[in-house]
């Protein structure tokens, strides 16, 4: 049996969403070999899943009297927690003109503190640390940084990454499709939304909270793409927030 939500129940909706997360993470935990024969059956009955035969996408991912619907998907979306720490690589291109052009960032997120190094030719030109309210700018070579308030700078817009969390906020209609599959070995949601001429596809891990790709159309014309590789929930080593000086921006509780 179908769960159907109801926009005058926000409780029971949030109480359903958290519930869907913590079945998603479950099987997670199933199918990546943390429950052996030896454990005992398992606490809730296992969800099916089918990859293909590259092993990176699968078939809807089923939960027994759960499914991912565009009815249910913004709350779902709320109820995702992000990793406290993580690295990733985003690869963000626009497309205009019949042209492109790319930008390749680096990204070491310890609780507060990111870490954004733009790269160019395989290496970082430029480098940018947020702490709290304060944020960090320098190129490399020198002991020299600009240091001034965050503001408006977010961790995910100095990676150029959109904001898929608006998602959550759209009127229900604007919400077009919403669906889960499994990618590298881990449940994705699918969602497509539009606002105004403009459709975006998201893929966001219920695992890390982190998007994976995006893509934003314009129309019928994809206008930007965003792609994010080497995801990583390890703790960021602790040089990567060290500013050129050598002064660590990490609390103290955690320098050595």
Avoid at 7 to 23: D, E, K, S, T
Avoid at 136 to 143: D, K, M, T, V
Avoid at 228 to 236: K, N, Q, R, W
Wanted: glycine share 10%; aromatic share 8%.
């Amino acid at each position: 049996m179908k769960q159907k939500f109801s926009p005058n129940a926000p409780l029971a909706a949030a109480v359903v969403a958290a519930m869907i997360v913590g079945m998603l993470f479950l099987s997670y935990f199933l199918s990546s070999g943390f429950y052996s024969a030896k454990d005992g059956p398992p606490p809730l009955s296992a969800p099916t899943t089918e990859a293909d035969e590259t092993g990176e996408t699968g078939e809807l991912y089923g939960v027994e009297g759960i499914e991912i619907t565009p009815q249910n998907v913004q709350q779902v979306i709320e109820a995702l927690a992000r990793a406290g720490s993580y690295s990733q690589t985003v690869n963000s291109t626009l497309y205009y003109d019949g042209q492109s052009s790319t930008q390749v960032v680096a990204q070491y997120v310890r609780g507060d503190i990111c870490r954004t190094d733009v790269m160019r030719g395989g290496s970082a030109a430029e480098s940018w640390l947020r702490a709290g309210d304060d944020i960090y700018a320098w190129q490399p070579g020198g002991s020299g940084y600009f240091h001034g308030a965050a503001g408006d700078f977010s961790d995910d817009s100095m990676a150029m990454l959109p904001d898929w969390q608006t998602v959550t906020a759209l009127p229900l209609e604007a919400v077009v499709s919403a669906a889960t599959v499994i990618s590298g070995g881990e449940p994705i949601l699918l969602v497509t939304a539009n606002s105004g001429e403009r459709r975006a596809e998201y893929e966001i891990s219920t695992i890390s909270g982190l998007l994976h790709a995006a893509r934003i159309y314009e129309g019928d014309t994809l206008i930007r793409e965003i792609r994010v590789t080497g995801i990583s929930m390890e703790e960021p080593d602790d040089f990567r927030f060290v500013l050129p000086d050598g002064t660590s921006l990490l609390p103290v509780d955690e320098t050595p």
